[in-house]
């Protein structure tokens, strides 16, 4: 009967598409978690699936907020994430998540506005200002005293942010949380906040796709993806009052100070640093989270292995897209840290 | 079913041996068996989905009751959950879908049920279902890149010049909001007024359409005053069932909207729906009461479209003969 | 003429046109949509789309093999679900039931029919993921499965109404006992009916993005086996379409069209060979 030639025809094609990628021998890892780092870690997890062929570590960009959920419940391998795990979520895990940074990146201001070429200056009450929904033109005072000479439009800003739980947000909201009192106490520091006023796009990817395609929009977003789309990011003014541009010497520079007194689960906050005049206000370090425990042998070996080679051979291909190395005193504890997997 | 106490079966001339088992299970009680399972399957799966709905979103029930429905706040870092932007916007963008799908669909009905040729009817009723089948991601994708600059750059600011003294048409013009979700849905659910439309307009006896022509009216007022008015019951159950579709959808108004959970006057801002808020932050809420709260937006969800569905069924069947089969799959 | 039969007879024209107008507007959209899919996607289709692997992220020479096969193999899955549960069900619906159950379980099919396809991927979320501590192709399968039972249930269910009772009655007359009639002469008679509806429910999931989000998540490389996560078309589409990488877009654009093309292609061969056309007929 027709109808049971079709369905086998469908279980043909199932046990086709089944067999013909057979698990047999191969070590098959998902992780999911920030978009912040996600072309570093594809780049990475496909530079070392050709190295070691019969290891395949899936991951998928969703947004900080997501890699810490899945992995609480136990959906992944494991996360990654740019906004530390907070003490309650750490709670909810059934081990012991640790902590390993694995590049330093940016949080820059990006905008489009067609009509001005010259790279236009930020100072964090003008983006307080900004995403409090305070300064709504783009050529409002706080703006135009920072940029003399540049014709800003008078067009409305069009404010992005995050939609999804995302670290980007949490760098981004922990610095404006230090330099603001009123952002402080009326949205505050997290993955996911109540924003005043913007747009929502989902991943770093979404933020970035609506700036580049809306006139007048600003929003966060990670340094690569402004490079890699030419979206034009403006620069910051540092505590020690240098506007600064994000790139990898002021980012490395942001980590400098922390890098000898990094706290053992390696959580630390490396925006607005004090002191530094070539430093980047808005930098931080993002982390895989990885637990502690595996009940799979395979996996652990292959998730320590990776993470070894992840400090070493997998640090020169940071600066090519734009994200700074782990300073050495960091790669050293966290060698140290790698033990503690079992 | 009865089977006669004595008349021959097929199994005597087949010559295989029966047991008494047989008679207790036999073949037809086993098949009847089998496809009761299978109907059963269904409830089944039905009914856990409702379980998992209620208890699941259990915490948050008890913690906001009746208040979640007024609050506008959506904080997940203060644990504070309303859903009220939501209903909003899923309510707004379907209303705007409505106003836009309900007149073409119904304009585009009558003209295939009264106007076109037999054959033009069947051709342009078999195009429009194919604009049914059209995925929602695929409605998206074009939303996106084709319809959204189109708002910011010619819809949008056309509107505020002309009509720009209404509160809802006012403020920045971002391309993205309200009122392009409203567009992409409208698009989206016009096939599923004019098929239904057009079938009830079909159900509504010759001799109608023939009495008031009779009497001297045109072809138009014969419409407009006797067969829409003979069919119009079946007309809103079309629209409820459109309206069912429209608060459903996700991933086309997901793209579109904006992903901003406010409640604003103006069409042109960006809001946020159930559905979008549901595909958005579904992966990564962390914390039992976020879960618990999106979830029980699932469930409001889920009770709107049961509830529209069913009274869009209950007015279709009660105007046309076939009434199920008049529905596009 | 007076004056107010001229306004009639203007407004009578006036108003026909305006309804062909909407209906030419419903229309021309579908047109519209598969013009512009070809126009943007077709430049972009080549063999490395159809072959590749994902790029790195930044990176250009990427294809989307792993959605292709991903979407087949989630498509096999939700067939192997929900058709044999569909058509014996709708057997039960037409040839078995009294009143009562078959009322409910029509009323539930159309129920579940309507809920909308995101909340099903929450449920497909905890029913299978959370248990089984993995995104996975079953999971996916299942959420899109769950989505093809009801219209096949009724689909069946009706065309095997259709089957005249003379059929019935001389499959009886030879001695066929129930099942036998069934089997062998009411679901042959019915058989190119229900295969419409079959192949029309899958032609619809196989757009399906939202139950995908959380079931079946995504991968970046194959997929072995079931029990993983996996790529599929419309989840990267999306995806791709709200990320900002130019590359990202065009192959956007061009599995929007491979996805379109397959759905349209299915609906029409479906609708016209199968059935004849006889479902548009104007009475």
């Known amino acids: ?34 978009t912040f780092p996600y072309p570093m870690y594809s780049k990475w997890f496909d530079v070392y699936r050709q190295s070691h062929p019969n290891v395949q570590i899936n991951y998928q960009s969703i947004g900080s907020g997501g890699g810490i959920r899945q992995l609480i419940d136990k959906t992944v391998d494991f996360g990654a994430s740019d906004g530390p795990m907070t003490d309650d979520q750490l709670k909810q895990a059934s081990v012991p998540i640790l902590h390993f940074p694995t590049v330093l990146g940016a949080d820059v201001p990006s905008y489009n506005l067609k009509g001005v070429t010259a790279e236009l200056n930020f ?47 949490y760098i981004f909201t922990d610095y404006l949380s230090k330099i603001s009192p009123e952002w402080n106490t009326k949205v505050g520091k997290a993955t996911s906040v109540n924003w005043p006023v913007g747009l929502g796009g989902k991943g770093n990817e979404g933020v970035a796709g609506l700036v580049e395609q809306t006139p007048g929009a600003m929003g966060y977003i990670e340094l690569i993806y402004a490079v890699q789309n030419h979206i034009a990011y403006g620069k910051v003014k540092n505590q020690a009052g240098v506007f600064v541009k994000a790139d990898l010497a002021s980012v490395s520079a942001a980590a400098a100070a922390v890098a000898k007194t990094m706290p053992a689960d390696f959580r630390v906050s490396i925006t607005d640093p004090a002191g530094n005049k070539a430093a980047y206000p808005i930098a931080s370090f993002t982390w895989l989270l990885i637990p502690s425990k595996f009940t799979d042998a395979t996996k652990r070996e292959t998730v320590k292995d990776f993470l070894k080679w992840m400090m070493t051979d997998g640090q020169s291909y940071c600066e090519a897209l734009s994200y700074a190395k782990l300073p050495k005193d960091v790669v050293t504890k966290e060698m140290k840290a790698i033990a503690s997997i079992q | 079913m009865a089977t006669t106490p004595n008349a021959a079966t097929p199994e005597d001339f087949a010559g295989s041996s029966r047991t008494s088992l047989r008679h207790t299970f036999g073949a037809d009680e086993v098949a009847h068996l089998i496809t009761m399972i299978a109907a059963a399957t269904l409830l089944l799966i039905t009914v856990l989905l409702v379980y998992q709905l209620w208890v699941l979103s259990a915490e948050s029930r008890a913690k906001f009751g009746w208040s979640f429905f007024v609050t506008q706040t959506w904080d997940p870092v203060s644990g504070d959950f309303g859903a009220l932007p939501f209903v909003y916007g899923t309510l707004v963008t379907s209303a705007i879908a409505l106003v836009i799908a309900v007149p073409l ?21 078999f195009v429009s279902d194919l604009l049914a089948a059209v995925p929602s991601v695929i409605y998206g994708l074009l939303g996106v890149f084709l319809l959204v600059p189109i708002m910011r750059t010619t819809v949008q600011p056309a509107l505020k010049a002309t009509l720009g003294f209404l509160p809802l048409f006012q403020g920045p013009s971002y391309g993205i909001g309200f009122l392009t979700a409203g567009i992409v849905l409208a698009i989206m659910i016009v096939p599923f007024v004019l098929s239904v439309s057009r079938e009830v307009l079909m159900a509504v006896p010759r001799d109608q359409r ?12 014969s419409t407009w005053k006797v067969v829409v008015p003979a069919a119009r019951i079946g007309i809103f159950g079309s629209v409820f069932l459109a309206m069912a579709r429209a608060l459903g959808e996700t991933m086309a108004v997901t793209m579109v909207i904006g992903n901003n959970p406010k409640i604003a006057a103006s069409l042109f801002s960006p809001g946020y729906s159930i559905a979008s808020v549901l595909a958005n932050e579904f992966s990564e809420a962390t914390g039992n009461l976020y879960l618990s709260a999106l979830i029980e937006l699932g469930l409001v969800l889920f009770l709107l479209t049961f509830i529209l569905n069913g009274l869009a069924r209950l007015l279709i069947v009660l105007t046309t003969s076939r009434g199920s089969g008049v529905l596009p799959s | 003429m007076s004056a107010r039969l001229i306004w009639r007879k ?55 093999a792993n959605a292709i096969i991903g979407s087949l193999k989630l498509l096999g899955l939700a067939a192997l679900m929900g058709v044999p549960i569909g058509l014996l069900g709708g057997v039960y619906l037409a040839e078995f039931g009294g009143k009562t159950i078959p009322f409910i379980v029509r009323y539930t099919a159309d129920l579940l029919n309507g809920v909308p396809s995101i909340v099903i991927g929450i449920f497909a979320y905890a029913l299978v ?3 089984m501590h993995h995104f996975s192709t079953l999971a996916g399968g299942f959420a899109l499965g769950i989505m093809v039972i009801p219209t096949v249930i009724r689909n069946t269910e009706s065309f095997l109404r259709d089957v005249p009772r003379t059929m019935r009655e001389g499959a009886f007359a030879l001695g066929a006992n129930k099942w036998r009639m069934i089997a062998t002469v009411v679901l042959p008679a019915a058989s190119r009916g229900i295969l419409t509806g079959v192949l029309l429910a899958l032609a619809r ?20 086996g079931l029990n993983q996560p996996t790529s599929s078309l419309p989840v990267v589409i999306y995806t791709y379409a709200t990320g900002p990488y130019e590359d990202w877009h ?20 479906v609708r016209v060979f199968l059935t004849g056309g006889s479902a548009y007929e104007r009475t």
Request: aromatic residues 8%; proline residues 5%.
């Open chain 1, 123 to 169: 100072t964090p009450e003008a983006l307080a200002g900004i995403f409090l929904g305070k300064i709504t033109k783009w050529n409002d005072p706080a703006l135009v005293s920072a940029n003399p000479g540049v014709n800003l439009p008078k067009d409305d800003i069009v404010v992005v942010h995050r939609s999804d739980g995302s670290g980007t947000t």
């Open chain 3, 10 to 64: 203007s407004l009578n024209v006036f108003m026909l046109s305006m309804t062909g107008l909407c209906a030419l507007i419903t229309v021309s959209a579908l047109f519209f949509i598969l013009g512009y899919l070809v126009y943007n996607g077709g430049k972009d289709l080549s063999w490395n789309f159809f072959t590749k692997l994902p790029a790195p992220v930044g990176e250009t020479g990427g294809g989307m």
């Open chain 3, 250 to 269: 065009q192959q956007a654009w061009a599995a929007g069209l491979v996805l379109l093309g397959l759905v349209l292609l299915t609906n029409i061969l």
């Open chain 1, 1 to 34: 009967m027709r109808i049971v030639k079709v369905l086998c025809v469908f279980a043909v094609l199932l046990a086709l598409g089944t067999v013909a990628i057979a698990e047999g021998g191969q070590v098959l890892l998902n992780a999911a978690g920030a």
């Open chain 2, 210 to 221: 023939e009495a008031a022509l009779g009497l001297g009216a045109t072809k138009w007022e």
């Open chain 2, 105 to 125: 669909g119904v304009g585009g009905a009558i003209f295939l049920a009264e106007l076109a040729p037999p054959k033009i009817s069947s051709y342009l009723t």
């Open chain 3, 205 to 224: 999931v196989a757009g399906e993005t939202a139950p995908l989000l959380f079931t079946a998540f995504g991968n970046r490389f194959w997929s072995p």
């Open chain 3, 129 to 131: 993921v959370m248990p």
